[in-house]
């Protein structure tokens, strides 16, 4: 069976709920799988896009709280801007504490050096980072993204899709703009300059529960 143009309007409420349906932001190609496998359809990724288009186009009046956004290269039902602060007391109810000031100086660096090892991240601390990684790690806000050529052959660390959906940002050229900075070579333990990423981050950062 072949999609016609004119049935698309059929298969709008299965997509909705697929987007409403994924834990993160779903992708054009996975929903074409969805669609084909279960109605025996052949669609072209082209008719998707319109479908997802016109669900974009039902939310974007100011009747509904939530619109459907393109984030981590994918399509996710978010809240609107103009609920922000509503979507935040409810945050601060399910989720005590932010990431700690150690944890939030680890993912920035990480987000603006990757991928980048441990030991390059201690470098601009100045500090042990083993926990904040770890932590990072736990949370699915960092990920392993191979290993260097140096000697030992290090693991690197980079952001994941997780990181990309709790920050609203479509790719990472979304990150706020810095001045550039490299792994200092003063001795380990002076403090490293990271507050201005640690600032603008924070900036950005939601409630997240931290087991500290």
Sequence with gaps: MYFCAMESNVYLPAVESLIFTAPQAIKLEEIKYCLENTYGLSLE??????MVSQIKARYEGVEFGIEVREIAGGI???SKPAQFGVVAEFIKLTNKKKLTKAAMESLAIIAY???????????IRGVNSDHSIQKLLEKELIEIKGRSEGPGRPILFGTSSRFMEYFGLHSLTDLPKLKDFSIPDSAVGEPAPVEELVEMAEDKQPDLNEDE
């Design 45 to 50: 990724l082209a008719e998707i896009e319109n």
């Design 113 to 123: 050096k990757q991928p980048i090892s441990k030991s390059e991240v201690e470098q």
């Design 76 to 78: 996710q039902f978010m």
